[in-house]
């Protein structure tokens, strides 16, 4: 109704501020509900939406180029995720010149004014959306400068320290990864600021997936910054989700209630929590189903959920809602061996001949597809 409304405002005025900028948030906030539902059509066509009341905002002000490319970008990943290449490379390109107006635009203010703290992280900002890491630093630093009063270092220095661990991510994706490299940038990140979230990840991924020296380094930048203070969320989660991998399901469990305990109700942490409490030594099988019940609740079409609860139903020999779940699930996965053993051996327990016949053809499928490929790629 809302979006209605502004839409008809538009039509009658459509370089009218207020509205255009009520409907972009109208439409993103949309765009995030079709996304969540998988309708990724619909999701496209509310982001488009918003560009359109975007530009009208940014055609007042200039300072909301950036956050147009932004959108734009995300334009094009989610082409990128429907596999419309074609798409997805033309609102890429789109996005990288529009931030390429955003980079002149701060240049020119800065050349005039150019103690200028808000413009100067506004430039850094546009350098650090195109990944030339080092022009995003250079403004920080004049910046600092010229905070005489450290008035502003409480955002400056933040700032710096994600623009950092930013850089560190992208030398980490490099083929080869750039892992020493990596290491300078997140120590430093984390000198500036040892509650930079990202860069803790990022230390704690390359814990759990290094081996020698790396690790060992990254380990010990990350223990120095949590020393006094308990690690945050994320790291519980990438140290959880490690340890459950492995099947160290105690531990896992540990990581993922210190998880819980930072942010309620998340469903990463839900969904996770539920699956080892189900897999402890002493399986708490009733918590479990709790927990992804209210998982569910907040995301009832989730496959990953559905799959979650359908495994916890499983263990507790309730084949016939574990089979419901699986089935629900694998409309949208299809790529599980796994799955497709599962729905193969409830199908037979439940005496479903028609269904196991037909799950054992989709795996014969998969398992085909999986051998074409890898013999593809030894060539």
């Given at each position: ?179 020493s490299r990596c290491l ?5 990140a984390i000198q500036y ?179 074409l490929t890898t013999v593809?790629?030894?060539?």
């Open positions: 109704m809302a979006r209605n409304h502004i839409r008809n405002v538009l039509l009658r005025a459509p370089s009218d501020f207020q509205a255009s900028r009520l409907g972009q948030k109208i439409n993103t906030d949309l765009a995030d509900s079709y996304i969540l539902k998988r309708e990724y059509e619909d999701a496209v066509s509310s982001l488009k939406e918003a560009e359109s009341n975007l530009k009208v905002v940014a055609s007042f002000n200039r300072s909301k180029i950036l956050e147009l490319a932004q959108l734009q970008a995300r334009i094009a990943a989610i082409y990128n995720e429907i596999r419309l290449d074609e798409f997805a490379g033309e609102y890429s390109d789109l996005s990288k010149s529009t931030a390429g107006r955003s980079i002149d635009y701060y240049e020119k203010i800065i050349e005039v004014k150019f103690d200028s703290i808000p413009d100067l992280i506004g430039l850094s900002n546009s350098y650090l959306f195109t990944r030339d890491f080092a022009k995003a630093i250079s403004p920080l630093n004049v910046a600092m400068k010229n905070d005489r009063s450290n008035k502003l270092a409480p955002v400056l220095i933040p700032h710096k320290s994600k623009v950092l661990a930013t850089w560190a991510e992208d030398e980490l994706k490099k083929k080869p990864p750039q892992l300078e940038l997140l120590d430093e600021n040892p509650n930079n979230e990202k860069a803790l990840a990022i230390l704690a991924q390359i814990v759990v997936l290094s081996n020698g020296q790396g690790s060992e380094k990254a380990k010990q930048i990350l223990n120095t910054a949590i020393a006094e203070t308990e690690a945050p969320f994320v790291v519980h989660v990438i140290f959880g989700s490690d340890a459950a991998v492995k099947g160290n399901y105690e531990v896992a469990n540990r990581h993922f209630q210190q998880a819980a305990l930072q942010r309620k109700n998340t469903i990463v942490v839900l969904n996770n929590l539920a699956f080892v409490t189900a897999r402890l030594k002493t399986p708490d099988y009733e918590q479990a189903l709790a927990l992804i019940n209210t998982a569910i609740s907040i995301q009832p079409n989730n496959a990953n959920l559905l799959d979650t609860r359908a495994g916890i139903y499983l263990l507790t020999k309730q084949y016939e809602n574990a089979y419901r779940d699986f089935e629900q699930a694998e409309l949208s996965i299809k790529n599980s061996e796994r799955l497709y053993k599962d729905l193969i051996f409830l199908s037979n327990k439940l005496e479903f001949e028609q269904h196991e016949r037909k799950y054992s053809t989709r795996l014969e499928k998969l398992l085909a597809t999986k051998k593809g790629s030894q060539r």
